[in-house]
């Protein structure tokens, strides 16, 4: 069964840091892993997905990457900003199944 | 706009009550899901739906039950069986068309009176 794993699970920086979250999972049989963004009381945002065949995907300040031999995927946030604080969530979607496993997150804090 | 609507955002349930949430969609997906979360913890699968009709049950589909007679809709019913129903509940739906990527509703916390 897959097991997926964030590390730290809360992180403080100062703003304008670059910060790097980090996702691990058990399994390397995936179709595709997903990061999302989770406000408080919110639904989740879903930032950047990568598929099994990928290797990273870029959006803005964000830059996710796949290294499905280790298991193991990082969001990359460029020039932190209060704005970004949230909580980070990482998915992966083993292959065949269709159930999504989620990471309990990681809860960060972009102090100015 | 297209997108993911729950209601109510909101929701208290007596002792021995049935209460059901409602998950509405427009983007044309085929599938859909829903997730409990409870604070400090991930996403656990509750039912999913990949087509009308049919759906699947997850990790902890125990006090709970779904239907799926429209594609657009997906209610979650929360039955008195389920003794600890306290939690944000997150409707999503994805498709083949965009990789399967997960959209998500805004959620609904229950609580217990």
């Known amino acids: 069964k897959q097991e997926v794993t964030q590390i730290p699970a809360a992180l403080s920086v100062p703003e304008g840091e670059n910060l790097v979250l980090n996702c691990s999972f058990t399994?390397?049989?995936?179709?595709?892993l997903q990061w999302f963004r989770q406000d408080p009381g919110k639904g989740l945002t879903s930032l950047l997905l990568?598929?099994?065949?990928?290797r990273e995907q870029t959006s803005g300040r964000l830059n996710a990457s796949l290294d499905k031999s280790s298991g193991r995927s990082t969001l990359y946030i460029a020039a932190s900003q209060p704005g970004d604080s949230a909580t980070y969530l990482c998915a992966v979607r083993p292959f065949p199944n269709n159930d999504m496993r989620f990471g309990a997150g990681t809860r960060l804090t972009v102090k100015p | 706009d297209g997108g993911i609507t729950q209601s109510p955002k909101y929701l208290f349930r007596k002792e021995g009550q049935n209460v059901t949430l409602s998950c509405e969609q427009n983007l044309n997906h085929d599938a859909m899901y829903w997730y409990r979360q409870d604070p400090g913890q991930g996403l656990r699968l509750i039912y999913y739906s990949q087509i009308v009709n049919d759906f699947q049950k997850g990790d902890i589909a125990e006090g709970y039950s779904v239907s799926r007679e429209k594609k657009e809709s997906f209610p979650l019913t929360v039955t008195s069986a389920q003794k600890n129903p306290t939690a944000f509940y997150l409707c999503?739906?994805?498709?083949?068309?965009?990789?399967?990527?997960?959209?998500f509703g805004s959620g609904t916390q229950l609580s217990v009176l």
């Open positions: 399994d390397s049989a995936i179709y595709n």
């Open positions: 999503a739906s994805s498709t083949y068309a965009t990789n399967e990527k997960l959209f």
């Open positions: 990568i598929q099994s065949s990928q």
